[in-house]
């Protein structure tokens, strides 16, 4: 399968920022596109301005965040049926600032990525250690029983997405060993298989933390990784650009 490049634009950008978008766009060529699959999520205020800006790149795009229910009273959230209607095919769960920020439990989660699966949209389900469970020895056992919370076994595995997201990573320009991440990726893989079978080998395990073009190659060639969620590096085409580039170059 190819690998995924999806960019989290997280609280950035404005109708200015379209510009950088269409840069994207015109830079995810037919070659690129033959190797990597791209997609960015912005903000849900971007989200219909860039669907009628896709064209036929063959960009996807994602929402960073949906509610479980359909519609409601729910002042602020948006569901996954509205990121659908807008012309986004993914979603963003259980992104370590939302369950830091917003107190999101993985049960939560799960019925997010629930939600994602009933509108018909792919979910990737962030999980990720802190610092301190890092440090104390327990980062496998937080993610594993993060991985088992948040992952309902009722979703299709062809359209659910794993980010691991260490949460010390994040926006700090700190990374992991490639030891670290091919521990990690492989221990997902296995909770993967044990919950879909055969088709648990099949999902695409994106690795995301300070995710940059210098490291993108190292990053990306580990065992078991199959793609990235970037953050900061997602907004300027002339970063994301050569992190998908980088993803391209490898010989799976
Ligand atoms: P970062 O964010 O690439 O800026 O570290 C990654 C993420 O939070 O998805």
Redesign the pocket.
């Known amino acids: 399968m190819k690998p995924l490049i999806a960019g989290?634009w997280k609280m950035n950008g404005l109708s200015a920022s379209l510009a950088e978008f269409d840069a994207m766009v015109a830079g995810y060529d037919v070659v690129l596109r033959s190797a990597v699959d791209l997609m960015v999520c912005p903000p849900a205020t971007l989200l219909t301005s860039m669907a009628g800006r896709v064209g036929t790149s063959g960009i996807a795009l994602g929402g960073q965040d949906c509610h479980a229910a359909i519609q409601g009273a729910h002042t602020g959230c948006i569901s996954a049926e509205m990121i659908a209607d807008a012309g986004g095919t993914s979603v963003i769960v259980g992104?370590s600032e939302r369950r830091a920020d917003h107190h999101e439990t993985s049960e939560l989660v799960a019925a997010k990525a629930k939600a994602a699966l009933r509108a018909g949209l792919l979910a990737i389900i962030c999980v990720g250690e802190t610092q301190s469970e890092r440090l104390e020895g327990k980062a496998l056992e937080v993610v594993g029983r993060q991985l088992k919370e948040s992952v309902p076994v009722e979703l299709d595995a062809s359209r659910v997405v794993i980010a691991y997201?260490p949460v010390w990573?994040?926006?700090t320009g700190l990374t992991p060993t490639t030891a670290d991440v091919i521990e990690m990726h492989a221990q997902i893989r296995a909770l993967l298989s044990d919950l879909f079978g055969a088709a648990g080998a099949s999902i695409r395990i994106l690795y995301?933390?300070?995710?940059k073009p210098s490291n993108a190659a190292e990053l990306l060639s580990a065992a078991n990784v199959g793609g990235a969620?970037?953050?900061?590096?997602s907004l300027k085409a002339a970063d994301f650009l050569p992190i998908a580039q980088a993803a391209a170059a490898i010989v799976r």
């Open positions: 989290n992104h997201e990573a994040i926006g995301g933390g300070s995710v969620l970037v953050g900061g590096a």
